[in-house]
DNA sequence: AAGTAACCGAGACGGTACGTCTCGTCTTGCG
DNA sequence: CGCAAGACGAGACGTACCGTCTCGGTTACTT
């Protein structure tokens, strides 16, 4: 995140190894253990290469998460805002339920007492998401398909709020299925006023 | 939680000085540096003490937790649906902001890779708070303040969900205090079909 | 050598694992591989119990080698003085060429860079053969037998020198054997002046 | 030592920065800290030219010794060899005394677990000044001035042992300017039979 | 009232992982 | 191709806590 090294020698080698080692390790044996040495156990390489990089696991494992999403959760827009926002709520909570999941709850507990690791993933991870997703509710509001009274912002956090919480709150995977539901009954709150 | 030691014989004395600890320490180091030790060292107190009472930190941390809140966080009922759920939202955030909300953030990220205590947070911190909330939405429900086709605890879910996604992912205290328009927000997808 | 714990809570067990384990490492991969991890894992022992008993290795090498000599060094008092300081010397050269010695000679070593073991080199080990030595010396200048005009600590740092030297800078172990021809030859400079 | 690359087009200007670099951080730090890379950082270098031409800190450190001295310990020969050996003995615990003593110390401390260093040690060292003693002691022998019935090899032995003695496991250099009376006292020993 | 059981404080123990240090090798331009 | 520079795999360092395990000592029931 900070690297102090020069970037132009890292090794990319390296850098793949360590990044897949997170997700390995904690399919193998759960995301408690995934330390530190076990990634570079798991990678092939030397601890010094990991806290050369990254200033933590978390921060590791948030690289993980980012370069193992790549792009794939761009925002739809088929016009059917309803439908936009399920399918992306749905894509993202079904997400949260497997590998990927198990490792990003854990970025999040850590990220309770880094403040730094914080930072990094609100400003790698939600930001950059939130900011589509609000780029598609201006364009729905603009559509007259919700009140235009309120702050995209807003209206993303209502949306994304309850697959989070069900995620490190809840009793389990079932729930996360009423997710059409939800964006349903909110989007309710969200409507126009004329509507 | 499952002491098989005798619990008539339990001193109060190194009870309280334990869950005592846990704030002075969390207020002294922040959560970070709540460590058993910590909190043994704090308390004048030995470890196996700790041991014999709960079975990680995590759990000696949510029962500090509950023991401070007490019963002060019962639920208004004024008749105002609206005014009481922004009253009792508006202090649950603000809990949330103070001591008591750093070692109830640092005991949800515990959770995550702790089932036991994720099941005794959801049993004696969450459902009982879920359940007064329950009661008061039936009791508006009934009262047809608010849509009668939706489960209430989906309904808990949609109006806490903010609350702790901001708590535990949000920039800073300053956007807990827009609770109330939130609540306003949400309802408005809650109201009764014929309003 | 100088335990801020409570020694009389200590282990006698991890001490005498601990101590053998450190002639077990050397002997099985040389005095080279005998780290603290390795005398820890050979001792099954953790490392800080270690670490809380000794300030380094050199210190718990001195103290298994001291522990291994025991008192199977003492000095011998035939009356003859060339007699006794032969056998007392080809023990010492012995001594240094097995086992015991690989480890010496890696004490001595560490001692060039660490002022604190060397102190106790000195201490512990050296100190108080010397004594032993020249209490005996004392006894074969009082018979007569050697010149009274040198100090028998002198006289102990010309007779115990060459066996170092030859441990420390020698070729191999077959030159420590002319150890009687050196005692024979450096008791001629030290014969009473009227002989 | 065993240099693979090709010699003649060795930088003159590399080879003289790293063996002053090592008297260099010696001074600065103490040999405990003289390091590979701390002499490649100090003399400029990188850590392969190092490796390159040396296959050890102690090989290195060896050449910088043996460059610093140069032949400047040459045996006088004055035909008194009492006055000669102490004149040589004084001069060598001098410089042992000093900057050279410490890197020297480290050197002999390293060879114990090296054998290569040990034998380059007794080769480039040890041997070339033990052969001029012997040569200066044959002389003394064929002027009847020292007895004939022992190898000079044991000689030097004897003679030079107490001073590595004093500087290896003394306890302060005040002790090493006790020389004279060592050597006379040894010589006593060495006399010829008739004297 | 004495005996005794169990909790208490204290802290040493066998471990695991930490984050750092140095090693000796490998890789990459520059001259 | 030797060089300066420095990233790399490896692994020991000394530290912090973990959770377990003795230890006396001090209550607080038992008989």
Known sequence: MTPQPN?????????????????????????????????????????????????????????????????????????DIAADLT???????TMLTGDIGTIYRGIIAEAQSDPGLAADLRATMLEP???????????????????????ARTMVDILYAPVYYRILLGAGPDETLRSPLLVRTVLEGLRPAAA
């Open 7 to 79: 970037p132009e020698r890292r090794s990319e080698r390296a850098r793949r190894a360590i990044l897949d080692a997170v997700f390995e390790v904690a399919a193998a044996k759960g995301y408690g253990k995934v330390t530190i040495e076990a990634i570079a156990a798991a990678a092939g390489v030397g601890k010094p290469t990991i806290y050369r990089w990254w200033p933590s696991k978390g921060a590791v494992a948030l690289d993980a998460v980012n370069d193992r999403i790549g792009d794939s959760m761009d925002f739809p827009d088929t016009g």
């Open 87 to 93: 399918a992306q709520l749905t894509a993202v909570a």
């Open 129 to 151: 998401r939130i900011q589509r997703c609000v780029r598609r509710l201006d364009a729905a509001v603009a559509a007259g398909q919700l009140r235009a009274d309120l702050p």
